[in-house]
Structures are given as structure tokens and as C-alpha cells.
């Protein structure tokens, strides 16, 4: 799966000079537009949108996915993306991680923050060890 961006959007509403604080809850949205067959492969239009709440940001990208493989395999995910079916999830996952990391760089282009989570260690303390009941 070869995934490439035709539109890229990103949109700062939260005043600059304000800092962000506070609770920001931060969704995003992959819609597949239309899928194609173009000679050997499948051609798959989509529009992978981030919204913050409160309104902090918009982040918009647009593309395009190419599926190769065996003409069978192919045929039968286009059957079923007509039958209203969802795609594999070697393609949606091929064209969210593509997104994902392309909203992530938009993000800090405007900074805001990522549509991804970050990780956070809690610091480890070690177990306090009992102190032996009797001393030799």
C-alpha cells in the first residue's frame, strides 16, 4: 500500500498570544471517499480530519492510497467496498499511520498539540522491602 497527501490543511482558532491549558480532548476522523480500480491496483481516495475541543484547531488531509497484490484479492476488496463493506485494515492501517504522523507534524507547524497521545512514565518507586523479624 503506497499512500501520498493531495490536500494538507491546518488551521490554528486558538489565539496565539493565549497559552493552552486546561482539558483538550482531541478526535480524528478517516473517511474513505471512493475506491477505484485502476489497471492492476486499487486506487482509494480518502479525507483524514483532527478537531480539538475546546476549538483550538482544525487539521484537514486529503489523499490518496494505491493497493497492489494478487488481481483476485484485489477484485474481491473492490466486491466488497461496493457491497458497503470496510476495507482491510492493512489499507486503513497503511493510510491512518500515514495521517497520523503527516497531522503530527502539522500540529506542531502551528503550535498545538499532536492528534496523537503522547506516552507518560509515572515514576516507578520501589517496593518497600520488610525489615526481617528477628537479626542474626
Known amino acids: 500500500v503506497s499512500v501520498q497527501a493531495t490536500y494538507l490543511s ?49 487539521i484537514t488531509i486529503k489523499g490518496v492510497a494505491y493497493a497492489s497484490g494478487a488481481r483476485d484479492h484485489l477484485k474481491d476488496i473492490y466486491r466488497s467496498y461496493l457491497e458497503k463493506k470496510p476495507l482491510p485494515s492493512s489499507i486503513l492501517q497503511a493510510i491512518s499511520n500515514f495521517s497520523f504522523v503527516e497531522a503530527t507534524i502539522l500540529s506542531r507547524s502551528i503550535n498545538v498539540p499532536p492528534p496523537v497521545p503522547l506516552p507518560s512514565f509515572q515514576p516507578t518507586t520501589e517496593p518497600k522491602r520488610e525489615k526481617p523479624s528477628y537479626i542474626a
Open 10 to 58: 491546518a488551521e490554528r482558532l486558538w489565539p496565539v498570544e493565549q497559552s493552552i491549558s486546561g482539558n483538550i480532548q482531541i478526535s480524528s476522523n478517516l473517511t474513505v471517499q471512493s475506491v477505484i480500480e485502476e489497471g492492476d491496483k486499487l486506487k482509494v481516495s480518502f479525507v483524514f480530519t483532527v478537531s480539538y475541543v475546546p476549538a483550538i484547531a482544525m
